[in-house]
């Protein structure tokens, strides 16, 4: 059962995926029938069901209106980001621009951020906490968000106290935003790069296995 | 006494790609004092590169590709590098450089019969050049030039193998005692970025070994050059197997991530990737829970990287492993490590999605705009944006055109590198993105600074600012007490003084710290770079893996030259001798950056470094008031005059004058007259 935002936002882009095929149709992820009963489509930008909303995040912040959604969504121009830090072993610090809440929430929230990573290359996110909220409030304009995350957060003394409740507070908050999220095209390969991942056996596998 | 030196194949393949010829030498007279790797490789280098000032891409430029007696033992660690040498293209300006490769590449080519290969020329067709147990083949590359470093290597072994499936067994050419196999070949391989002279082009061996930082994947295609293959059945003499079994057994009991029964750990699941450097728990995912199956170098029982189901991302580590984020999904970050090991393009050298980016929110790049592109910047947090922009670089179209050049070339071009290196663009050594903080973790900027590109080399690094700043952001106690520390890699280097390890505001300029990088650059020169050893875990300073409050000392240096003692058997060797080996090799490269225009005043890290304070947490041991703890270093800039006197004391303790030449007594005393007279043949004696 998805629990979280990413769970949420993934389990959101299946449920579309699914709903907008068509019955036999095949997932060419892995050439299986995904529509084993005859399903009606629905619109692949239809809003999603409620089935997704959080009683956690409605108990602590209000739903946005739609225009509130769009509002706090929308990008940001150079002088409105805030900057954050991946702290990577193999890499070193490589610093993050952030242009939007939801960049805000890929950031801090996407498996690298977190810990599930590549190989041995785990990193880690820094931010000053004070900017953050103070960007959420001022600049993004989540006034609600900013407020629960300011008394939150200044409970806390460890950074990692912080930074884990600031995750748990923006995983709750972008469940709500959901449904006002662009649609997420699945086949977004560049304009001569398609094949790559797509064409037979390469080199890596064979050799090893 | 075997009828070649312990550890070695006994020959070195001259590749003249002009006339499709080859010669053979005997590597014994290179043992001695070259060793294998860098050493072997710079002296090669020396001798057959005639004009050592001419361009990177040119046809006189000579690359060299060296093993070393450890690659293809079951040394730790240390089993599976070779290091690759030559004029490189991506440095700004160009010099003499270097790069390594691990994965199985050390071991076949001693297999195949050749310690190293020295490369000349160009070649009049596009080819490959297959080397079978001692024998060599020019072959038509024609119809793989275009295809990427996967295609091209698995195109190789169906060549070599005559098409046999994966598992089978199929007769090496030649003789019975040819011998059979099952194994693939080994193939080295540039991708399109190569072919089209990119910069930071990589040459790839399996899916994610590549030789990265340097650009010689773009030399390799200068020459026309697409691959080199080796196969091979012959062995190579070890002088004492059972001791180095034992050394290796004893290693990995000390050393090794108990799997069933883990002695330390990380304090919460979402630490464990991040813990892994310091840790080595295989795969660097919590075993039983990963997603991928762990993989390593040939011989090596750590095991860093990982092999997924759907191949995409496999072996990936390090830089390029984290190159892409911005889309969230870990399938994309995956997909887009791979896409650089195809096409042949160095995660590091190509870091550049973010600055581009922030350029187009700055409204200065885009379609119609100052920089004039249709990147499409709209879909930056989508995977068509990433794929869209490396297939660019690597083809050289449209922005890639300037973006092969390498990001510094590039943003002089838009006239936009004097305001940039202020800090939106931090490229503080010759180019190169920032790895460590040059203003704080000094061993890595004077390092880099003083040689010839972004040193990256762990061995300190992990634990002076890993083993504090990891624990900490997870609230715990760093590893070890700063004081304890300190006193332990003191140790474990042989430096026996804490003080070297000072990164405080004076410490980062003492006569300590000055002593601290030229032993750095030793032992990596000798350890890291001429016997391969991995510096994801070497020099092994302290044991994080089986720390306990009264034992945490690492093997170093004793078991490198114990190791070094077992396979070679040189049992007069020392840890000193290997750090004058690794100064001798120095001072060679120095030579030769003095000949291509090197001088103090080129030596300038960015501006940034000088004016930009430190404005993130970044745990280092200081010692201040008498007392050690760890700083988070905020606010910190080098000063501009007091780098000056650390150079200038830096060139003393090497041997060079004041414009940091190598002096003539120091050369001779190393048995470098040859090298001391070609400097006063340019003008540049000292």
């Known amino acids: 059962m998805a629990t979280s935002y990413v769970d949420k936002r993934d389990a959101a882009r299946l449920t579309k995926a699914i709903f907008s095929k068509s019955p036999g149709e095949s997932d060419p992820a892995n050439g299986k029938d995904v529509l084993g009963t005859e399903i009606p489509a629905i619109e692949a930008d239809a809003a999603l069901p409620d089935d997704y909303a959080s009683p956690e995040a409605d108990r602590l912040f209000p739903r946005p209106t739609p225009e509130e959604a769009e509002h706090n969504l929308r990008d940001l121009t150079w002088g409105e980001h805030i900057v954050a830090t991946r702290m990577a072993a193999a890499r070193g610090n490589s610093t993050a621009y952030l242009y939007s809440l939801q960049e805000a929430a890929i950031f801090f929230l996407d498996g690298n951020s977190g810990g599930v990573t590549l190989g041995s290359s785990g990193s880690f996110a820094w931010v000053d906490l004070d900017r953050f909220v103070a960007w959420i409030r001022d600049t993004v304009g989540d006034e609600p968000f900013a407020a629960v995350l300011e008394e939150k957060l200044g409970a806390l003394d460890a950074y990692n106290d912080k930074i884990e409740t600031m995750r748990q507070l923006l995983d709750l908050r972008m469940t709500q935003y959901i449904p006002y999220l662009p649609a997420d095209e699945e086949d977004d390969a560049g304009e001569d790069g398609a094949s790559d991942a797509d064409e037979g056996a390469v080199a890596g596998e064979s050799a090893r296995e | ?686």
Request: charged share 25%.
């Open chain 2, 1 to 686: 006494m075997a009828d070649r030196a312990y550890g070695y194949a006994g020959k070195i393949l001259v590749l003249n790609l002009e006339d499709e010829s080859y010669e053979t030498v005997d590597t014994d007279p290179y043992v001695g004092e070259w060793v294998g790797g860098h050493g072997l490789a710079s002296r090669l280098f020396w001798e057959y590169c005639e004009d050592k000032t001419v361009d990177a891409l040119d046809d006189r430029n000579v690359i060299v590709i060296a093993s070393n007696p450890f690659a293809g033992t079951i040394v730790p660690a240390g089993g599976g590098r070779v290091e690759v040498t030559g004029l490189g293209p991506f440095s700004y300006p160009e010099w003499y450089s270097r790069s390594s490769v691990g994965g199985r590449l050390g071991g076949s080519m001693k297999n195949a019969g050749y310690d190293a290969v020295v490369v000349r020329g160009t070649a009049p067709r596009r080819v490959w050049v297959n080397v079978v147990n001692g024998d060599v083949t020019y072959c038509d590359a024609e119809d793989l030039w275009g295809k990427d470093s996967w295609e091209t290597q698995e195109a190789i072994w169906d060549r070599v193998t005559n098409n046999t499936p994966l598992g089978e067994w199929f007769d090496l050419p030649g003789n019975r005692e040819s011998g059979r196999s099952t194994s693939r070949p080994a193939v080295f391989a540039i991708g399109q970025a190569g072919e089209n002279l990119v910069r930071s082009a990589t040459i790839t061996h399996d899916a994610s070994h590549v030789s990265g930082q340097s650009g010689f994947g773009a030399v390799f295609g200068a020459k026309n050059l697409k691959a080199l293959s080796f196969m091979g059945t012959k062995s190579i003499d070890i002088a004492d197997p059972a001791r180095l079994v034992e050394l290796r057994l004893e290693i990995q009991e000390k050393l090794g991530y108990k799997v069933d029964d883990p002695v330390n750990e990380a304090p919460v699941p979402q630490a464990v990737p991040l813990y892994s450097s310091l840790l080595h728990n295989p795969g660097g995912g919590t075993v039983g829970q990963t997603i991928g199956r762990p993989d390593g170098c040939q011989g090596c029982y750590r095991n860093c990287r990982a092999i997924y189901r759907d191949r995409m991302g496999n072996q990936s580590t390090c830089n390029a492993a984290a190159y892409y984020t911005a889309s969230g999904k870990r399938e994309d970050q995956k997909r887009c490590n791979s896409l650089l090991n195809q096409l042949g393009l160095d995660g590091y050298e190509t870091d550049m999605p973010v600055y581009l980016y922030n350029l187009y929110k700055m409204g200065v790049m885009g379609k119609g705009k100052e920089i004039d592109t249709d990147l499409p910047f709209e879909n930056y947090n989508k995977y068509q944006f990433i794929d869209t922009l490396l297939h660019r670089i690597a083809n050289r179209e449209e922005i890639g055109e300037d973006l092969a050049e390498g990001l510094v070339r590039a943003t002089m071009k838009w006239g936009r590198w004097d305001e940039d290196s202020k800090g939106l663009l931090r490229r503080p050594n010759w180019g190169y993105p920032e790895h460590y903080d040059p203003r704080l973790e000094v061993e890595w900027s004077y390092g880099s600074i003083f040689t010839e590109r972004d040193i990256n080399e762990h061995g300190i690094n992990w634990c002076v600012h890993h083993s504090a700043l990891v624990p900490m952001m997870f609230g715990q106690e760093p590893f070890l007490p700063a004081d304890k520390l300190v006193e332990q890699v003191a140790k474990g280097t042989g430096l026996e003084d804490p003080l070297c390890f000072d990164y405080s505001e004076k410490g980062i300029y003492s006569d300590e710290k000055v002593r601290a990088v030229s032993w750095h650059r030793h032992y990596g020169r000798f350890w890291i770079q001429s016997m391969g050893l991995c510096d994801w875990m070497w020099p092994s300073l302290v044991n994080f893996t089986n720390m306990t409050d009264t034992d945490y000392a690492g093997v170093s240096p004793a078991f490198e030259v114990e190791l070094f003692k077992a396979v070679t058997g040189r049992d007069d060797f020392t840890y000193e001798k290997s750090l004058e080996l690794g100064h001798k090799q120095l001072l060679l490269d120095r030579a030769i950056w003095v000949l291509q225009g090197r001088e103090p005043e080129t030596e300038q890290l960015a501006d940034y470094v000088f004016e930009l304070p430190t404005d993130t947490p970044y745990q280092l041991p200081v010692y201040e008031n008498g007392t050690w703890s760890y700083s988070d270093c905020l606010g910190r800039t080098l000063d501009r005059g007091r780098f000056k006197d650390v150079q200038q004391r830096f060139y003393a303790s090497e041997g060079w004058n004041e414009r940091g030449y190598p002096k003539r007594e120091v050369l001779e005393q190393f048995g470098l007259a040859d090298v001391a007279d070609a400097l006063d043949a340019a003008g540049k004696g000292a």
